[in-house]
């Protein structure tokens, strides 16, 4: 569950597209895949926030795969970045989110389900003598998974944007997670926070993807990337994270004799960001034995989560109350699978890709083009749409724009 608390100049919504006017449903059987996902990004940014440079109704760290999702759109059809401005919304969150006043507080619970709490209070203007206040300065905070994924969200900027301040603030992320969060504890891995009380699959996926696609794009330093990157997935490998069904429970459990599996859930998003890691990695070495791993947890991953119908679900079926985190997971997953799916194609991933593109379209989307938690519908379930929901099931979607041309 994500509680989240917004100062009162955060209400105003800034929607960049705004010289294109809302639209109505669309038609199923006469809508492509581009005209869905055009539709659906300009739902999205009827949460954004000018201001905070975030998105109303979720958290700090869902913000950066709500703007993740769009960098993904930008690259994969330009023709709707330009139409609805996504390179302005990356310069406007990585001026003003990092400028937001925020604290952030997680506790994981017994059920494995995490709890985050951020409050926020964006400040407009400047006053004579009073520094602006800040919160998380260069995307920086106690939680090395926030970092992880905002500095995932910088590179794909970059990618979208050719903005090289983005790249140099992820390597500032990475540099942070290197520092701050390595140890030798449990072999290796980093922690989860800074309070360096748990070691779990998140984090360290997100270290190896983040690294991996440093690697790719910052050749004065690739090398010690690469080293960084490959170390860090030997010790995954073999850190017990990995169950006997090829599934990668939540983390790891500390004792005196050693560190082992603690048989928490098997969240979807765990499944996923390794593949993204993964195929950056096999990128950065040439070395296609790491696609052939990731191709092996995809299949255990489909095989889990797929039910009788092919749709994905949540791995403890938990839809519609998964919590304002867990509504997130799902997407991750699949906006992965796409990843993987777009250099090593396998029938079986876009066959799940576009399945579940069309059930979220046909069947999980109100009147006003959002977005809900089951894929299956209706949109309605639990809380209704919100910018996670809607921002996970949108990953499908630009997963599907890519999918049907392999």
């Known amino acids: 569950m994500v509680a989240i608390q917004w100062g009162p100049l955060a209400a105003r ?7 294109h006017p809302h639209r109505h449903a669309v038609d199923n059987s006469n809508s492509s895949y581009h005209q869905k996902v055009q539709v659906a990004s300009m739902a999205l940014q009827e949460w954004y926030d000018q201001p905070s440079g975030l998105w109303n109704t979720t958290g700090w760290w869902n913000g950066a795969n709500c703007l993740t999702v769009m960098g993904d759109l930008a690259l994969a059809d330009p023709a709707i970045d330009e139409a609805i401005r996504i390179k302005d919304i990356f310069q406007n969150t990585f001026y003003n989110a990092q400028r937001t006043s925020a604290t952030a507080d997680k506790q994981l619970g017994a059920n494995g389900k995490f709890i985050a709490m951020y409050k926020y209070e964006t400040i407009e203007e400047e006053l004579p003598g009073k520094r602006r206040s800040q919160g998380f300065p260069k995307f920086l905070n106690n939680f090395f998974d926030d970092e992880g994924w905002w500095g995932l969200a910088l590179v794909r900027g970059w990618d979208a944007t ?8 992820a390597q500032t992320i990475y540099d942070d997670m290197v520092v701050t969060g390595l140890d030798p504890t449990c072999g290796g891995g980093i922690w989860w926070s800074k309070d360096r009380k748990y070691k779990n699959a998140i984090a ?10 440093l690697a790719n794009r910052e050749s004065p330093r690739k090398d010690w990337y690469v080293r960084q990157t490959v170390e860090a997935w030997n010790w995954f490998k073999q850190s017990g994270l990995i ?10 459990h500390i004792t005196d004799q050693g560190c082992v599996n603690n048989g928490m859930p098997t969240w979807s998003y765990n499944q996923g960001v390794i593949l993204g890691g993964l195929v950056e990695l096999s990128k950065a ?3 296609q034995s790491y696609l052939a791993e990731a191709v092996t947890i995809a299949n255990a991953a489909l095989k889990a989560l797929q039910d009788k119908d092919g749709i994905i679900r949540e791995i403890d079926r938990c839809e519609p109350n998964c919590g304002d985190d867990g509504s ?7 906006r992965n699978l ?3 799916h777009n250099v090593a194609p396998h029938d079986n991933f876009r066959d799940a890709i576009l399945k579940n593109a069309d059930t979220i379209w046909a069947h999980n989307r109100n009147s006003k083009n959002q977005l809900g938690i089951s894929w299956a519908g209706p949109a309605e379930a639990g809380k209704g ?5 809607h921002s996970s099931a949108m990953d499908v979607l630009v997963g599907a724009l890519t999918a049907i041309k392999k």
């Open 285 to 287: 070495t040439g070395d």
């Open 385 to 389: 749409p919100t910018a996670a929901t």
């Open 162 to 169: 050719g903005d090289n301040y983005m790249l140099t603030a």
């Open 243 to 252: 169950n006997d069904r090829g599934l990668i429970n939540d983390g790891l």
């Open 338 to 340: 796409a990843y993987l």
């Open 204 to 213: 360290n996926e997100l270290y190896i993807a983040l690294g991996a696609s």
């Open 13 to 19: 919504t800034l929607f960049f597209a705004s010289t």
């Open 328 to 334: 997130q997971f799902k997407g991750v997953f699949v």
